[in-house]
């Protein structure tokens, strides 16, 4: 299954890229907890659900676009997690660091994922406690891998945050780099980067995906008290701020 959901991700991206790409410019309107929202969202998202429902009929879908009332899900065991496009206000501002998200959800826990980054055209792909960067057409098994000093990875649209400035001050040596979307977990999967922490804001389908690729490539997802990020269904999208790391 995880090689269908390569190909539904590659032609979501599709989707995203006709309008990312598109000569008129581009319409942005809010949602009501002010993020941004555009055509590329809302076309990702239907060729998402789409494919998902033709693929398994029986796995519910949570979509950042579309999530259904907490009454609908609240017993849900099993679960796709989605974010049809993952870093809008990169793609908003064109600088390509956008992705699209792709999790299954099992007993809380993302055993299946796929982080596509439609602009540069890699793509990062987990399961069963192995994880794959496909790009140009080759696909290789990653790794975590450990440096000296480290790399930080940090997000590029929350990087005024005091505690993130706090906690870096008193980390010791380390270089850092910004970029946006669901990418920091890739980079650490891929042994690029160390330690992506987060203390701001996210919601659960911007993590689902790149926790499952993160994990599968030897890292570790916890919250600042040491618990492992946790996808049983609950009201409330919001995650507690975490850390990925190698240790």
Sequence with gaps: ML??????????????MEVYQGNAPMAVSQKSDDSPVTAADIAAHR???AGLNA?????????????????????????????????????????????????????GKPVMGVV????????????????WKEEKGSRAQIRVCDA??????????HRDDKELNEYLKQLGEHQT????SSLKFC??????AQLYPRFGPTNIWDTGAGHAVAVAA??????????????????????????????
């Design 187 to 192: 980079l650490v999967a891929e042994g690029k």
């Design 47 to 49: 060729v998402i659900l």
């Design 177 to 180: 780099v910004s970029i946006g």
């Design 116 to 131: 596509y980054a439609p602009a540069s055209g890699v793509m990062y792909l987990a399961a069963q406690g192995k994880a």
């Design 55 to 107: 693929l398994t009929p029986d796995i519910p879908v949570l979509s950042e676009e579309a999530p259904p009332a907490w009454e609908v899900r609240q017993h849900w065991q099993q679960y796709w997690l989605v974010d049809p496009l993952d870093g809008t206000k990169e793609f908003i501002k064109r600088n390509g660091e956008f992705t699209v998200n792709i999790a299954l959800i099992e007993a």
């Design 148 to 157: 000296v000093p480290p790399l930080v990875v940090v997000s590029r649209s």
């Design 3 to 16: 090689e269908q959901i390569c190909q539904l991700a590659y032609k979501a991206g599709d989707a995203i």
């Design 218 to 247: 030897g890292a570790h997802v916890h919250d600042w008290t040491g618990q492992t990020l946790d996808y049983t269904p609950r009201e409330s999208f919001l995650n507690p701020g975490f850390r990925v790391s190698l240790f």
